[in-house]
């Protein structure tokens, strides 16, 4: 399993970008997938999840609180990708994004290297 993240870079405060993570796995669709994000100093933490195709995560999206209204998630499930468009971007949004597939059968979790998000004041 490979999951590459890319998009990342430098923005302004209030700025936008979009973020795309490359799954190298099949059925992509029976995959869970989410977006983390770390700071340094800081533990990784939740950013966004959309559930699979089918099971009991279908249909299911959830944010942090502190990307509710800003941030969206979506897959699309014909080419193996997960997007994280991040809009009104602040300073506290600077962390590596990583994103993560979770296997539903097995709950195995697996994760890609993650890309750097800068924001500047």
């Known amino acids: 399993v490979q999951l590459q993240a890319s998009g990342g870079g430098l923005v302004q405060s209030g700025g936008s970008l979009r973020l795309s993570c490359l799954a190298s796995i099949h059925p992509f669709s029976m995959y869970a997938m989410g977006w983390f994000r770390q700071a340094p100093g800081k533990e990784r933490e939740f950013v966004a999840h959309i559930g699979a195709r089918i099971g009991w995560t279908a249909g299911r999206i959830d944010y942090a609180d502190s990307v509710k209204g800003r941030f969206t998630i979506s897959r699309d499930n014909t080419k193996n990708t997960v997007d994280l468009q991040m809009n009104s971007l602040k300073p506290e949004d600077t962390a590596v994004y990583l994103c993560?597939?979770?296997?539903?059968?097995?709950?195995?979790?697996?994760w890609g290297q993650g890309t750097q998000v800068t924001v500047s004041s």
């Open positions: 993560n597939a979770i296997d539903l059968e097995t709950s195995a979790v697996f």
